[in-house]
């Protein structure tokens, strides 16, 4: 009998991704295909190569001296999948729609508004009230907007570690992209801010496609829809959750890389 269900589109192909820095191998020829809805997230022992691996879906490996690289990235970005190495896609365009959040706050060392609106600004070219809306909006959609209303031209250093970190996601939401990487979002806070940006990402996955690499187990059993596990510049397993629901088949897992 023929089935009704049909399998989700991928949103991300990765074919024998290989990664060097000052030749050296640091991804060893991944090959992945990522698809259905909710948060993948990333676990690995450090130096596996999870940052490297959100890096190479935005280009943003290339930013370091003694860089080289093989194989294909295609993401699925305004519907349709695109090689992001295609020179019909730009990097501004492609980080724009592929944007990161780091392990450590990094908010400019401005107002809190400015750290909105200038990269608004320099990416898009919008208008001053057109900036000014989005600054509201997306500061809304990390529930930052009470707090920082009445103080929007304070120095964004002035914000707590959370706060910052909230920031620097809307700063990301700004540039509307589609797909959004975080590398340890909450490897910097304290127990109760970690739920609240873990909360917000639930949310937030509605809208956009999200990638996380976590540093905690019980982050990603609560957050994700997929767990990706890494190990030595490789994919050891992909899960769906059906996997990880219970506890001890992850656990047993991860002790087999840690
Ligand atoms: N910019 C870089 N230059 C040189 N080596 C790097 C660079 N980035 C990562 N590496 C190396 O690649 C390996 C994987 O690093 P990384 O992706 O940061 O792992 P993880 O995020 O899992 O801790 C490590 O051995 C690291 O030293
Ligand atoms: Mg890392």
Sequence with gaps: ???????????????NLQVLFHGRNVLQGIDLTLSGNGIVVVLGSSGSGKTTFLRSLNRLNECYPG?????????????????????????????????????????????????????????????????????VEVLQEVHLWDEVKNRLKDNAFRLSGGQQQRLCMARVLALKPQVLLLDEPTASLDFKTSHKIEDLLIELQEH?????????????????DQI??????????????????????????????F
């Design 67 to 135: 860089y080289s690289s093989s194989g294909r990235v295609n993401l699925k970005l305004s519907g349709t999948m695109s090689d992001i190495n295609h020179s019909d896609l730009p990097l501004t365009e492609l980080r724009r729609q592929v944007g990161m959040v780091f392990q450590t706050p990094n908010v400019l060392p401005t107002s809190i508004a400015q750290n909105i609106s200038l990269p608004l600004k320099l990416v898009t070219g919008l208008g001053k009230s057109e900036r000014e809306a989005r600054l």
């Design 208 to 224: 956009y496609q999200i990638i996380a690499v976590s540093h905690s187990l019980r982050q990603a059993r609560k957050i994700a």
């Design 1 to 15: 009998m023929e089935s009704t269900l049909t399998q989700a589109e991928p949103f991300c192909i990765v074919k």
């Design 228 to 257: 990706l596990i890494m190990k030595e510049g490789r994919i050891e397993h992909l899960l769906k959750k059906e996997k990880f629901e219970d506890p001890k088949i992850l656990q047993k897992l991860l002790e087999e890389i």
